[in-house]
Structures are given as C-alpha cells and as structure tokens.
C-alpha cells in the first residue's frame, strides 16, 4: 500500500516537473488549439506588491496566468475533451452543441429557428421600411439592391436538434416575418433558405456537413449560380458563367466543412464522412460588374474562388464593419463610409446577404446608414442606437434572450427596456440632444414614477389606446407645457 502512495506521489511530482520543464524550455512542439482565445501574459513575480498580496489580487492573477502558460496545457485539454466527448458524449467548445446523430450546430442558430431571437415586428418593420426606401434611392440612380437569404443548419436540419431546445414549440422568427414583410414591401429578395429546402430530398450529396456551421462546399455553386443569376436579372448585365468539372469526394471533412469539428479540439478525428468537393471552371464572358457585398462569413466561401471570377470587383464589408480581406489585421481595417452616398451610387450593384444567425442584428445596421446618408436631415433618436446596440453586441444581445426566457417576456419589449435605462443613465451627458430624445426621457420618466404611471395607466384604458401610446401623448404635452412656461 505503501509502495502505491508512493508511486503516485512520484508520478505526480514528475508529471508537474516535465510541465515545468515544458514550460520554459518547450522542447515539444504543441499544435494550437482552435477557437478564439484571448490570451493572458506570461506569470511574472514583477507583478508582486504588498497591496496586491494582502488583497489577494497577485495571488488570483498570478494562479490565472500560470494555468494559461502551464507546459502541454494544450495536450491535456484535448485530451480532457476526447474522454468527454467519447465516454459521454460532451463537447466543451463554447456556443456550440451535439445533436441527433452527431451533427454539431452553433447553438445560436436553434435559438433563432425557434423564435427566442425573434426582435419584434416593430423593429423589422422599420428596417425593412427603410431598405424599400433605400432600394428605391439606388435604383433612381441605376444602382440595383438584392437582400439574400441566406439558408441556416438549424432550419435545414431541425430533426437532428436536441428535444431540450423543444424544436416542435417554434414561435414567430425573424426570418418568418422578414420574408413575409420583403414579400409585401416589394423589396428585390432572394430566398436561399426557401431554394435549399427545396433541393433537401433530391440533392445528390448533403448541402450541409453534419461537422460544419456553413453550407457545404458541395452546395456553394448552387447559391453561387442563384445569385449570380438573380444579379443579372436586376442589372440587366450578362455575368461570367461557370459549370462543375470535377467532384472530388475525400472521407475526411475539409476547409468548412468541418469549422465545427475543429473547435471541438480533439486528440483524434471525428468519425469518417464523406465531403464533395466541386471544380469549376469559368467561361470568357467579359467581367464589368462593381459589386458592394455587405454579408457575413458566409460569403467567404464565395469571395476568392467564385468572386473574383464573376464581378469586375467586389468590396466586401463582413458584418457592415471590417474590410475584407485585412479581416485578421491587428488592429482590424473597417469599411471607409465617409460620403457614404457617393460611395454607394458607384457600384453597379448592392448584395445585402444575411444567414439566419444574423437577422437579429438588423442587417448591421447597413439599413440606417445607407437610409440617413440619402436623407441627411433624419437624426435618429439615441434611444434607438442603443437598441441597435444591444441586437448586435452579441453578447448582450445573448443575455437579454436569457432574461426574457427567465421573465416570460417578449425579447423586444425587454430590449427597449435596457436601452432605455442606458439612455436615462447617460442622458446629461449625450451631445446633440434632439426633441424626440427629450420626449423619450420623459416616456422613461413616467415609466419609473409610480403614481403618475398609474395616471397614464388609466388614461390608456379610458380611451382606449395603447400604453406606450398614452405614454408618448403625456410626454408630449408634459414637454410642451414646460417649455411655455419658460
């Protein structure tokens, strides 16, 4: 028994001694792992002050660093990830989850196809007002706008969805009410989602990978093809063409196909499924398409190997932000929108193309800008930035449908809530104020003061009207009576 102790004991100071060792002289060489990290500097005793010994602050940050910076650290995290992942089937890559049959999802897709992540008719409408308005302005000017929906894995596999997401209790989602609004609006749309569902039971190979967040490989020239067509018939310009010469067919996932898989970061593969991998080759119709694409990674697949091919040049914004191709610069390069308007009247063409893991961001707000650089004269009041805000910061965004599943309340009331409380709070010190923005404090202030919100409350039901609606008619009068009275 003795000799056992012993033999463990040794074991683990020799395990920590060859992670010492590792440490400061890596003499293994660690593949890295995969995902984002932000990672934390080296431990250092230089750290070290009386202050933040007794307050315990060294002690927790130095702890920190030392696990980040611990020899074959990577090692032993894939190592803990493949027992998981084999034993119990857990996968530890954040924001993604394991469904039926294997097949990884982003978690945040599920949420948008079962309506958690639907922002209200109130917000689409206004954007999708606004693209109208848009498309209208550019078409005047010879410059056509297609908004393209994008297909998403939740919706094309929602069999395959774990039963504790409840995929059979869906709700209203954006992409339900932004296809029936573009619908009504005439907006010039393409519904990839719709065309994929359609190929689901006939295309010859999987247009999703079961290891992939994004369309497959495979499925690339179909969306390509579709838009390049729908291009076409906008512009009135005939486009290169292009036509599949080869299917590749490997047994191992590759590029997107497996982005999922990759960041599961396991010791060994995933099991063997069979990838499709098209060759295309482009006819000699003359390339004279300037194109703005305003898209997420979904247009990744089709910027180099498609793109280049088909339009004369092609600007693509990632996420209305970043420039690409500088997309990991450090510090990033963003999109120049100085003379927005101008910039915009020189394209050829506008693609705004969006997955259903992005509707809830409002376009990044690619519908305002463009909107207020053609009508300079509209300032926006700072309450609805923050509500911008809030629908793109992601992690914000992921809290606030946490808290209106905890309260059972709608997503979009909750969303205006914390914007307001954000505007309130800042409110001294915003330049620039508006009317409106004085208007809006007030709605806030009624909101929080209890005897004159239950007056309001009462006047809605006398007459008969919303509360919000009550609301804004008080402000308005509160705000104009002050001001006679100066």
Same mark, same amino acid.
């Given at each position: ?81 493949? $027992?998981? #992942? ?26 948008? #196809? ?18 109208? =308005? ?24 929602? !069999?395959?969805?774990p039963g504790y997401f409840h995929p059979g209790k869906r709700t209203q989602t954006n992409y339900d009410y932004m296809l029936q609004r573009s619908k009504e609006l005439g907006l010039d749309y393409l519904d990839l989602q719709g065309y994929f ?34 291009? !076409? ?39 063997? +499924? ?24 979904? #247009? ?15 600007? $693509? ?15 990033? +390069? ?10 915009? !009247? =020189? #394209? ?43 629908? =793109?910061?992601?992690?914000? %965004?992921? %809290? ?16 205006? !809530? ?10 001294? =010190? ?13 709605? $806030? ?31 308005? $009068? ?9």
């Open positions: 028994m003795h000799k056992l102790k012993y033999t463990i004991f040794i074991f683990i100071l020799a395990t920590l001694a060859v992670s010492a060792v590792q440490y400061r002289f890596p003499v293994v060489r660690e593949s890295k792992l995969k995902g984002f990290f932000s990672k934390t500097p080296p431990p250092e005793l230089k750290y070290f002050t009386w202050k933040r010994w007794f307050s315990q602050d060294f002690q927790q940050v130095y702890q920190a660093r030392a696990n980040e910076h611990l020899g074959f650290r990577n090692s032993l995290i894939r190592i803990r990830n493949q $027992y998981d #992942y084999t034993f119990f089937g857990i996968i530890h890559a954040e924001g993604f989850v394991m469904g039926r049959q294997q097949c990884l999802y982003e978690e945040d897709y599920i949420h948008e #196809y079962t309506g958690e992540f639907f922002i209200g008719a109130t917000a689409i409408d206004k954007k999708l007002s606004r693209l109208r =308005n848009v498309r209208d302005s550019l078409r005047a000017h010879g410059v056509p706008l297609l908004l393209v929906f994008e297909p998403g894995k939740a919706s094309f596999y929602p !069999e395959y969805i569902m359609k190929m689901k039971d006939t295309s010859r190979y999987a247009l999703f990978p079961r290891n992939g967040m994004h369309w497959s490989l495979y499925a690339v020239p179909f969306a390509v093809d579709t838009l390049a067509k729908s291009i !076409e018939k906008l512009s009135g310009t005939k486009l290169p063409r292009f036509k599949t010469t080869q299917l590749i067919h490997s047994d191992s996932p590759l590029g997107t196909d497996n982005d999922i898989g990759e960041l599961l970061n396991l010791v060994l593969p995933l099991n063997k +499924v069979l990838g499709v991998y098209p060759l295309v080759a482009f006819d000699s119709t003359p390339k004279t398409v300037k194109l703005l694409v305003i898209a997420d990674s979904y #247009y990744g697949s089709i910027v180099e190997d498609y793109g280049k091919h088909i339009f004369k040049s092609q600007d $693509y914004w990632y996420y209305n932000k970043n420039l690409y191709p500088y997309l990991n610069f450090d510090p990033p +390069v963003y999109a120049d929108k100085s003379n927005l308007l101008d910039k915009l !009247e =020189n #394209y050829d063409a506008v693609v705004l193309m969006v997955s259903e893991i992005n509707l809830h961001c409002g376009f990044w707000n690619f519908a305002d800008e463009a909107f207020i650089a053609f009508h300079p004269e509209v300032k926006d009041p700072f309450v609805y930035g923050f509500e911008n805000d809030i629908r =793109n910061d992601r992690s914000w %965004f992921r %809290f606030m449908v946490k808290k209106a599943r905890f309260q059972g309340r709608p997503l979009d009331e909750l969303i205006r !809530e914390d914007a307001g409380y954000t505007f309130c709070s800042g409110y001294d =010190n915003l330049p620039g104020k508006t009317y409106w923005d004085s208007i809006y404090h007030l709605t $806030y202030g009624i909101r929080f003061n209890p005897e004159w919100f239950a007056q309001v409350t009462q006047k809605a039901k006398d007459r008969k009207i919303s509360l919000d609606s009550m609301m804004l008619l008080d402000a308005i $009068y509160s705000y104009d009576q002050s001001k006679k009275k100066q």
